[in-house]
């Protein structure tokens, strides 16, 4: 605007030719901004250019059908109100009509959601009251990292919440079957330290639940079958909350910067032993919440 303010004061001053030349604008632009200014800059502002009428807009019979129609049915939808508008004469397409109801502000106003409020965290007073468990795929266990371009490698993670202890163990595949084997033998390792597992968490993946499956969700798998079988109580989290297993997560988080980004693997014998070191040095690294 304060440009066009300077072309125009040129312009009333020197003539509209020379202030095309200096400016380098076309004369019809100089005389359209020129019948606008009144001495102010805010007359040099940019309008809207939407039109004021449409040769095909709404009539004030259709508007009044509409308004009419959606006052005697406030909660009919948008394709069962369009129909019922054609039985009564209406030619237009339901976008259109869409588009008028909204402008018209018939539609009813969107409900507002409640905030979830997250529970607050249940903190564990002894070892092997709670195990956080889950799988490290291919996601986070790098291609890079593998020299067989065919071999696929799966790290499964416990971690007891209250002592931060974890076991790794190493699987060619995501299964029930594979979650099933570590669950025995992570009953095993927390053992011989003297913790008796008493819980496990996990997400709802398939190689723990049948939650979400379509034809076998009232089937235990063989994971819910081992876990009953030991005494240990299976608990689930939150669909879609990977925060709610956070300290598994975060763990693998760091797995991926002090061991992934760092070595490669030639087989799963040579995947195993190598995460075996690991878990050892990890579970002796110093943390704060351990002081």
């Given at each position: 605007m304060a440009y066009r303010q300077s072309l125009m004061k040129y312009a009333e001053k020197y003539g509209?030719?020379?202030?095309?030349?200096?400016?380098?604008?076309s004369r019809?632009?100089?005389?359209?901004?020129?019948?606008r200014w009144d001495g102010s800059v805010s007359s040099l502002a940019c309008q809207s250019r939407r039109p004021h009428s449409h040769p095909?807009?709404?009539?004030?019979?259709?508007?009044?059908?509409?308004?009419?129609?959606r006052r005697r049915n406030p909660n009919l939808g948008i394709v069962a109100l369009w129909?019922?508008?054609?039985q009564r004469g209406?030619?237009?397409?339901?976008?259109?009509?869409?588009?008028?109801?909204?402008k018209l502000g018939l539609f009813p106003p969107s409900r507002k959601k409640n905030t979830?409020?997250?529970?607050?965290?249940?903190?564990?007073?002894?070892p092997g009251q709670r195990l956080q468990v889950d799988v490290v795929d291919v996601k986070v266990v790098p291609r890079k990292c593998i020299a067989d371009p065919q071999l696929r490698l799966f790290q499964y993670t416990a971690i007891d919440e209250?002592?931060?202890l974890r076991f790794l163990a190493a699987y060619p595949e995501q299964s029930t079957y594979s979650s099933a084997d570590f669950l025995k033998k992570l009953v095993n390792w927390y053992a011989r330290r003297g913790i008796q597992v008493e819980c496990v968490q996990t997400d709802n993946g398939f190689e723990f639940t049948n939650r979400f499956s379509n034809s076998k969700r009232d089937l235990p798998t063989l994971f819910e079958v081992t876990a009953a079988k030991l005494a240990i109580r299976h608990k689930l989290i939150r669909p879609y909350t990977p925060r709610h297993n956070g300290k598994v997560e975060r763990s693998h988080r760091e797995d991926q910067k002090r061991f992934y980004s760092c070595h490669n693997f030639y087989s799963l014998d040579d995947f195993a032993k190598q995460?075996?070191?690991?878990?050892?040095?990890?579970?002796?690294?110093p943390m704060r919440p351990l002081g």
């Open positions: 509209v030719s020379r202030a095309s030349r200096k400016y380098n604008r019809s632009y100089i005389y359209f901004w020129k019948a095909n807009q709404h009539t004030e019979a259709e508007l009044k059908l509409i308004r009419d129609m129909h019922r508008l054609r209406y030619t237009r397409r339901p976008e259109s009509l869409f588009r008028v109801m909204r979830y409020k997250p529970k607050p965290y249940e903190q564990m007073t002894y209250f002592t931060r995460l075996t070191v690991h878990n050892r040095r990890s579970n002796d690294f």
